[in-house]
């Protein structure tokens, strides 16, 4: 039996709008067979640091030969390239814009190239407001249906490519400093620092010169009540039971957090 083929979509362009639908057309029309899966659609608006979150933590679960199509892309119409990559598990499709370098720090890039080809896109003279109806979309329909990556442009180095970096964790034997780099909608408050970093110790988060006891459930505090803990993505993260740590703390992305290492 042959595996169907799957593309999945991630984009910051909500769904009050006709853009994703106007995307699945496009894909649909080239092989109304392939298998569309909308990972998110509400990345806040223009924030690639968020995209690569959520990439990051969602590719690992789909087969090998995935196509991932994510646009968040405020240089849209500007000098920055459209690229494609062919990775040790897939593929991935967007702007150059360090969106990828999440999943490309623990996978290898087998090659990757810049969107020079025409003849994979929607229509030569693509929208410069509307890339990913007109060039990402259409390519990931090409590379799903068995289209080589070398087709579709020009080989780049892939160093050559954007890292989009978080600030470096400091470690040490008693604290980790890091940082916050994504908060979901529920007002979690999610850290760059990993659940391995912590494994068999005791520890507590300092945030804004308070200290937050860790756990391992929501339920381990009474609502209204903060506490921190290894979220299911393996990440640090801190909350409020039944209410928005974001909220509670008036906290943003990127500001810094201590865990603090007790025994």
């Known amino acids: 039996m042959t595996r169907k083929k799957i593309l999945t979509l991630l984009t910051d362009f909500g769904l009050q709008d006709i853009y994703v639908g106007v995307m699945k057309g496009v894909i649909a029309s080239i ?22 979150f959520c990439l990051l933590n969602a590719y690992t679960f789909f087969p090998e030969n995935t196509v991932h199509v994510a646009v ?19 593929f991935l499709v967007g702007a150059d814009n360090g969106l990828f370098s999440g999943v490309l720090a623990q996978s290898a890039v087998i090659a990757a190239v810049e969107l020079t080809n025409s003849d994979y896109w929607r229509v030569a003279n693509p929208s410069h407001t509307f890339h990913g109806r007109d060039i990402f979309a259409p390519v990931g329909a090409h590379l799903a249906n068995g289209v080589a ?15 989009l970096s978080l600030p470096e964790l400091t470690i040490n034997e008693r604290e980790i400093i890091g940082c916050i780099q994504y908060i979901d909608r529920f007002g979690n408050l999610i850290t760059n620092i990993s659940a391995e970093s912590i494994e068999g110790k005791f520890w507590s988060v300092i945030v ?51 865990v603090r290492i007790l025994t």
């Open 72 to 90: 968040v892309d405020p240089g849209v119409g500007s000098q920055r390239r459209g690229i494609a990559i062919q990775y040790d598990r897939g």
């Open 149 to 163: 990556l070398k087709k579709l442009g020009k080989t780049i180095d892939p160093d050559s490519l954007v890292q």
């Open 31 to 52: 092989n109304p067979d392939i298998h569309v899966i909308d990972l998110t659609h509400q990345i806040p608006a223009q924030n690639i640091v968020a995209a690569r």
């Open 208 to 258: 804004k010169e308070q200290e937050i006891s860790c756990g391992k459930t929501y339920s381990d505090v009474e609502i209204g009540k903060i506490i921190a803990l290894v979220g299911s993505h393996s990440w640090i993260e801190i909350a409020v039971r039944n209410g928005s740590a974001r909220e509670k703390l008036q906290i943003d992305w990127g500001e810094q957090v201590i």
